[in-house]
């Protein structure tokens, strides 16, 4: 695990791949990194579209393998490297699924 020990004027976060995709992981928002190396939130945002760092979209099985599930909830994360499903292309019906917080499988 990478440490984050760095004053405040220090923006090799933004300006290191390894260490923004670290920071990403460990639940860090932009605005909370910008905040913590100096810079801005759209600065940070900006740094991680440059070098490609983006959450990817997986999915939990709603009723865990016991027949095909209709309705499984989806989650963003950095921990992944390819995306469960693939976006809709759909643009008849656009849909804005809003999430409600912390989800706990069995809960």
């Known amino acids: 695990m990478i440490q984050f020990i760095v004053d ?14 670290e920071a990403k992981r460990l639940g860090f928002s ?7 190396c ?3 939130e759209l600065e940070v945002r900006g ?9 990817f979209v997986k999915q939990i099985d709603t009723v865990s393998g ?3 599930a209709q309705t499984n909830y989806l989650y963003l994360t950095y921990h992944g490297n390819i ?25």
């Open 47 to 55: 740094s991680r579209q440059r070098f490609g760092i983006r959450p």
């Open 38 to 40: 100096g810079s801005t």
């Open 30 to 36: 932009d605005k909370q990194i910008g905040m913590y």
């Open 83 to 107: 995306d469960d499903i693939e976006p809709s292309t759909n643009e008849e019906a656009p849909i804005l699924v809003l999430g409600s917080g912390v989800y706990r499988i069995g809960k």
């Open 8 to 21: 405040h004027s220090d923006l090799s976060i933004i300006q290191d791949r390894t260490l923004l995709l």
């Open 66 to 68: 016991e027949w095909p």
